[in-house]
C-alpha cells in the first residue's frame, strides 16, 4: 500500500527523534544516511596510531569529506565544538588531499567561537588560496533538507519502518493513476481541449464555490486519466471504478446532505487522509473525483428539458 502524504512530517518527526541523541549514537546515525545518499561513501575505520584522519566518510570518488560530531552534554560545550572543527578540519588536510568540499555534521548549536573558527577557515582557504575548498557546516535541518529529505520512499521506510499507510483508501487501485498525475511534469497539457465544469450540474447539487475551484483545477488533468484508462490492460476498469465511486457517493450523501462534506469523503477514498498536505496528491485527487462527476457517476444530473425550459429544479440531494 502506498503512503499517505503525511510521510514527510513522520519521517521528519523521526530524524529530529535521531537527531536529539548524543554523541556516537548520532555520529552512527549520520553515517548510515549518508550511506543511503551516496553509492561510493565510505566512512574509513581507525587503524591504530593513524586513527581515521580526521575523515568521517569521503563520497563522490573522494571529492566530498565529512567530519562528524554529536554533542556531548557539557559545560563547554561551544569551546569543545569550535576545537573539534579546528581541529578535523587540520588532520583532514594533512591526511587526505583529494576532497575539494570538506562537510562538518552536527547537531550542536554552533556559536560565535565555532563560527569564528569557521569562518577564519573559509577565508583561510578562498578561491585565491593554495588549496581553494568549499566549508560548509551542515546542521540537523540541513541534513534532513540536503539528504534524508530527498531519498526515496522506499529507502526512506527501511531507514525508519512503519509509517502510517494509506489502509482506509477504498479505491486503492487508484494509487497508481494518483502517482502517475502527481510526477509527470506541468498539470496543463498544451493542445489539450479542457472544458469548464459544467455550471448547471454544478448549481443543481449546490456545490460551493471552493469546490468548483477544486474541479477547475483538477480537470485540466482530464486528458491524461483518458490515456491512463486507454492504455490500461484491464478494459472494464473504468466501469468498475464508476460502479464504485457511484456506490461511496451514494454511501456518503446518506451520512451528511452537505455538499462539501460528500466531496470530502470521497477525496479521501481516493487519495487517503491528510491528503491536503501533499499538493500534487491533492490536485490528482480533485482531478479524478471531478473526472467521474463529469461523467455523471457521481452527484445528479438535472433533466435538459428543465434546465432549458427555466423549470424550477428542485435539490438533487433531496431525492
Not at 554529536?70 to 569550535?82: D, K, M, N, V
Not at 489539450?192 to 474541479?215: G, Q, T
Amino acid at each position: 500500500m502506498l503512503l499517505t502524504p503525511n510521510w514527510r512530517d513522520w519521517y521528519h518527526f523521526r530524524h529530529q527523534q535521531e537527531c536529539f541523541k548524543s554523541g556516537a549514537m548520532f555520529e552512527d546515525y549520520v553515517a548510515k544516511v549518508l550511506g543511503l545518499f551516496h553509492d561510493d561513501y565510505v566512512n574509513p575505520a581507525p587503524s591504530g596510531t593513524l586513527g581515521d584522519g580526521g575523515c568521517d566518510g569521503l563520497a563522490l570518488s573522494g571529492t566530498i569529506f565529512y567530519a562528524c560530531y554529536g554533542q556531548r552534554p557539557a559545560r563547554s560545550a561551544e569551546r569543545e565544538l569550535a576545537a573539534k572543527i579546528g581541529s578535523d578540519f587540520t588532520r583532514g588536510l594533512a591526511q587526505w588531499d583529494s576532497f575539494h568540499t570538506w562537510k562538518f555534521v552536527t547537531n550542536a548549536p554552533v556559536g560565535p567561537e565555532s563560527l569564528k573558527v569557521v569562518t577564519g577557515l573559509q577565508q583561510t582557504h578562498g578561491l585565491t588560496s593554495e588549496r581553494p575548498l568549499t566549508i560548509r557546516i551542515v546542521s540537523s535541518e540541513d541534513l534532513w533538507g540536503q539528504v534524508v529529505g530527498t531519498l526515496d520512499v522506499a529507502i526512506l521506510n527501511e531507514l525508519f519502518p512503519g509509517a502510517p499507510g494509506a489502509e482506509n483508501v477504498e479505491l486503492a487501485d487508484l494509487l497508481p493513476l494518483l502517482d502517475a498525475l502527481g510526477t509527470t511534469g506541468a498539470a496543463i497539457e498544451m493542445g489539450a481541449d479542457v472544458l469548464p465544469v459544467p455550471a448547471s450540474k454544478m448549481d443543481f447539487n449546490e456545490l460551493p464555490e471552493a469546490s468548483r475551484l477544486e474541479f477547475n483545477a483538477g480537470r485540466l488533468l482530464a486528458p491524461r486519466i483518458d490515456r491512463w484508462y486507454e492504455e490500461s490492460s484491464d478494459p472494464g476498469l473504468y466501469d468498475v471504478h464508476g460502479d464504485k465511486f457511484r456506490s461511496l457517493y451514494l454511501e456518503a450523501r446518506a451520512v451528511t446532505a452537505v455538499p462539501a462534506e460528500i466531496l470530502e469523503r470521497l477525496y479521501v477514498s481516493v487519495a487517503g487522509a491528510n491528503f491536503r498536505m501533499d499538493g500534487k496528491r491533492a490536485n490528482a485527487a480533485f482531478a479524478v473525483v471531478s473526472y467521474f462527476f463529469d461523467s455523471c457517476h457521481i452527484f445528479e444530473t438535472p433533466l435538459a428539458e428543465e434546465i432549458t425550459s427555466g423549470t424550477e429544479v428542485p435539490n438533487a440531494l433531496a431525492h
